[in-house]
């Protein structure tokens, strides 16, 4: 492992997060992973797990503290956590995806590389509405994308860079056999997203990454999507795609003048 190449993963014992901290242990980085959870990928060389309650502010700078002591600087950020205790999820859900995410910033101030990249995980409930969750979700991944921009602005001259990533309806580890297991939902994926498929966590990954690469060097305070295309389609289109299995209309060519 490189010590002076150290990625902090916020969130990263199930899912996505997994995804992340074996991509940049691939790398060769050395994996501070923050969450609630034991972490699997702890018994990897170089990836070192620290549990920690994230709705708990006291817990949050005690535990980050021992990760700046252990393993200096920070080269890369990632927030993928989220609330999912018990108790109000209105005051979990602002304290988890909020709160800990500011907090986190602001300490690691003067313990940044230079240069160094953030990137917090968004949603597309950010901007519209997802009936299967609770009004805390959207607003807390709302706010999320707003903060990022703030802090883009924030850490910009001290080298740093923070964007977002959305994912579309990911395969995850965790899910990977109900979701091959269920034909029609992947005949739906097939036919409204435009790339004919679900994303993989891996490919979320990848994103990441590259947005903490020196490939992306001059990228800062932006949203980036990864759904396959999805989102490109207006809601009563899609609607009727998934409904009848094709689309309504197709792209009609220009007329030639």
């Given at each position: 492992?490189n010590?002076a190449?150290?990625?902090?993963?916020?969130g990263?014992?199930?899912?996505?997060?997994r995804a992340?901290?074996?991509?940049?242990?691939g790398?060769?980085?050395?994996?501070?992973?923050?969450?609630?959870?034991?972490?699997?990928?702890?018994?990897?060389?170089?990836?070192?797990?620290?549990?920690?309650?994230?709705?708990?502010?006291?817990?949050?700078?005690?535990?980050?503290?021992?990760?700046?002591?252990?393993?200096?600087?920070?080269a890369n950020?990632?927030?993928?956590?989220?609330?999912?205790g018990e108790?109000?999820?209105?005051?979990?859900?602002?304290?988890?995806s909020?709160?800990?995410?500011?907090?986190?910033?602001?300490?690691?101030?003067?313990?940044?590389?230079?240069?160094?990249?953030?990137?917090?995980?968004?949603?597309?409930?950010?901007?519209?509405?997802?009936?299967e969750?609770?009004?805390s979700?959207?607003?807390?991944?709302?706010?999320?994308v707003q903060?990022a921009?703030c802090?883009?602005v924030a850490?910009?001259?001290?080298?740093?860079?923070?964007?977002?990533?959305?994912?579309?309806?990911v395969?995850?580890?965790?899910?990977?056999?109900?979701?091959?297991?269920?034909?029609?939902?992947?005949?739906?994926?097939?036919?409204?997203?435009?790339?004919?498929?679900?994303?993989?966590?891996?490919?979320?990954?990848d994103?990441?990454?590259?947005?903490?690469?020196?490939?992306?060097?001059?990228?800062t305070?932006?949203?980036?999507?990864?759904?396959?295309?999805?989102?490109?389609?207006w809601?009563?289109s899609?609607?009727?795609?998934?409904?009848?299995?094709?689309p309504?209309?197709?792209?009609?060519?220009?007329r030639?003048?």
């Amino acid at each position: 492992m490189n010590p002076a190449l150290h990625t902090l993963v916020v969130g990263g014992t199930r899912g996505i997060g997994r995804a992340v901290v074996r991509h940049f242990h691939g790398q060769g980085h050395t994996v501070s992973v923050l969450g609630r959870r034991d972490a699997a990928e702890a018994k990897l060389t170089g990836v070192h797990a620290f549990k920690v309650d994230l709705g708990k502010a006291s817990s949050v700078k005690s535990v980050l503290a021992r990760v700046l002591k252990a393993h200096g600087s920070v080269a890369n950020v990632v927030f993928l956590q989220r609330f999912r205790g018990e108790g109000d999820a209105w005051q979990g859900e602002l304290a988890v995806s909020l709160t800990a995410t500011r907090d986190i910033l602001e300490q690691l101030r003067g313990h940044f590389a230079s240069p160094a990249a953030v990137v917090m995980v968004a949603s597309h409930a950010s901007h519209l509405v997802a009936a299967e969750q609770p009004p805390s979700y959207h607003v807390g991944k709302a706010a999320l994308v707003q903060l990022a921009r703030c802090y883009a602005v924030a850490l910009g001259p001290d080298g740093v860079r923070v964007n977002c990533v959305t994912p579309g309806a990911v395969l995850k580890e965790e899910s990977r056999d109900f979701y091959l297991g269920n034909a029609p939902l992947q005949e739906l994926f097939r036919r409204v997203t435009p790339l004919g498929r679900m994303d993989r966590a891996e490919e979320i990954a990848d994103v990441i990454a590259f947005l903490c690469s020196p490939q992306a060097s001059f990228v800062t305070g932006q949203n980036l999507p990864v759904d396959g295309g999805l989102s490109l389609h207006w809601q009563e289109s899609l609607a009727r795609l998934a409904a009848e299995g094709k689309p309504t209309t197709r792209p009609r060519p220009a007329r030639r003048s």
